[in-house]
């Protein structure tokens, strides 16, 4: 009898047991909140990206700056799936939810981009995208199953840029693991007196608005209610209602429930949530209704306001641009009558060379380029001093081109002469084309030019070079040679070496100038052409064969060049004279120092005379290959190296003995080419085909 009662009373016991687990189990399940405002709760709110309390209350979701995120989750998960009664099928649980929420715009004419309501299996949007991302997706994950994320949008854009998706913009969207909604509603709410009847308002008004959505498990019934909450009562009839069972899908055992807000480049809107309740489990979760009235006041609403339709506003700027611009075409226009059309146009060649000066600026600095300014004329054109504003004196040379060539050889200029940089050449400052004038601007040189120190000068006001002048400048040309052949990063032939295109500076430093024919090749490569320019007088003799320039037959010039130096006599006066010759048979006849300048008289060194002459002589070899480059020549003239002798077969022709005798060897081959030429150009032109 004992043991029948403990057996009844242990299975009492066994079954108070099992109803205690089943309703404190069912207790644990259910979660219930309410934020009426949300100071002192922050630690009951998981935030991220932009989102952040409010000291009023308000939880701010984002600003209105671009391209940011914001996120706010309970921070407790929620269990949303459970064992259908009397079945062993999982469903989701019902759940029900209330929020007030405020949107700002940034203005009425920028708004985005909105924000949502989430159950997300994490309370952190990890890598979520700004802009229509809404803080939820990004461009990877968007429409990835494994997102295990549904949404309730509250969507403030029509469109977005980078997708052809139907968005209607001022709508509420389901989206399931997208940010594409499987439905849209326009934003409205159903009038109680007339249930048919809809008004639709904005989510970016500035004001509160209550939202309510409401999940019944058993029929898997989505409804979503949205209205003004200023109304006071919530419309018997939701916006939306819809069976959605892919909700199944989409949850997992326990979800976390709160809100993501973003804004994007340009379009930007402050969202605010102001409160929030919640209640799931149980049979007909209800969450807490909310008051206006026991909330905290809403942010101010601070969107600017436009005053006039948009359609008006666009056709007001339109016509505004039309009309600006007009003026300024008619500005521009009278300003290029009034400057006496001094405004330059650029042709495609000029974009490549950036020093480029203004017209009107060297105008100016020449004083309108008028005639007591003038330094210099000659084929090339003519050289005016100038002065720019802070800058010392310039020499600007003004060309006017009449034919191709003349551009070529000013673009020629520009390429090589401009990025060298180097004591013994002339510094080019810039550039400038104006209609027919090519301008070339250099540093002002006060001494002229070499040809008129050894010529002009002396028969003006018998002021002679002194020797010590002349070997200085004779190794300064050297120098600047060398640089162009071997020192620069690729290969300059000068093509016309003459004493009329060396400048010489205050301090008796030459300046060797004017590139206009000079060629630019890469280093390991041979010069190619087919045109003869150059100077009678300092041309190579290879040149009249060929036409091909090199470094060789810049050393022959510069030969010419050192023998006219020491002589004060040009190449050549006549078609009876020629400079190299005449030095020659002084060579042979043992009076070489009868070459030196007599109005130097006896004031010159012998040794740095009968060296300059014997550097000359080898400069001018028949044969290139005999010439030295221009590093042995600076060699020989510092007396670093010495001059090989010059012998009978120096490389001319020997039909010339019997001329000279036997002890020279005639020099023909400039003579050959001044007969060639001198039918065809004077002796200080250029010779081009």
Known sequence: MGTARSIVLVSLLFKLFLFLSVHVGAQRTTTDFTFRGFLGNQSKIRIEGAAMIKPDGLLRLTDRKSNVTGTAFYHKPVRLLETSRNSTNVRVRSFSTSFVFVIIPSSSSNKGFGFTFTLSPTPYRLNAGSAQYLGVFNKENNGDPRNHVFAVEFDTVQGSRDDNTDRIGNDIGLNYNSRTSDLQEPVVYYNNDDPNKKEDFQLESGNPIQALLEYDGPTQMLNVTVYPARLGFKPTKPLISQHVPKLLEIVQQEMYVGFTASTGKGQSSAHYVMGWSFSSGGERPIADELDLSELPPPPPNKAKKEGLNSQVIVMIVSLSAVMLVMLVLLFFFVMYKKRLGQEETLEDWEIDHPRR??????????????????????????????????????????????????????????????????????????????????????????????????????????????????????????????????????????????????????????????????????????????????????????LSRNGNPSSASDVFAFGVLLLEIVSGRKPTDSCSFFLVDWVMELQASGEILSAIDPRIGSGYDEGEARLALAVGLLCCHQKPTSRPPMRMVLRYLNRDENVPDIDDEWGYSKSSKSEFGSNFVGYDSLSAIASSFVNRVSSTSRISQ
């Open 357 to 542: 000066l203004r017209y009107r600026d060297l105008y100016v600095a020449t004083d309108g380029f008028k005639k007591t300014g003038i330094i210099g004329t000659g084929g090339f054109g003519t050289v005016f001093k100038g002065k720019l504003p802070n800058s010392d004196p310039i020499a600007v040379k003004k060309i006017i081109p009449s034919s191709r060539q003349g551009v070529r050889e000013f673009v020629a200029e520009i390429e090589s002469l401009g990025k060298l940089r180097h004591k013994n050449l002339v510094n080019l400052q810039g550039w400038c084309k104006h209609k027919n004038d090519l301008l070339l601007i250099y540093d002002y040189i006060p001494n002229g030019s070499l040809d008129s120190l050894l010529y002009t000068v002396p028969r003006r006001s018998g002021a002679v070079l002194s020797w010590n002048a002349r070997f200085q400048i004779a190794k300064g040309i050297a120098s600047g040679l060398l640089y162009l052949h071997e020192e620069w990063e690729k290969i300059v032939i000068h093509r016309d070496v003459k004493p009329s295109n060396v400048l010489i500076d205050s301090k008796m430093n030459p300046r060797l100038g004017d590139f206009g024919l000079a060629r630019l090749y890469e280093r390991g490569t041979l010069s190619q052409t087919t045109a003869l320019v150059g100077t009678i007088g300092y041309m190579a003799p290879e």
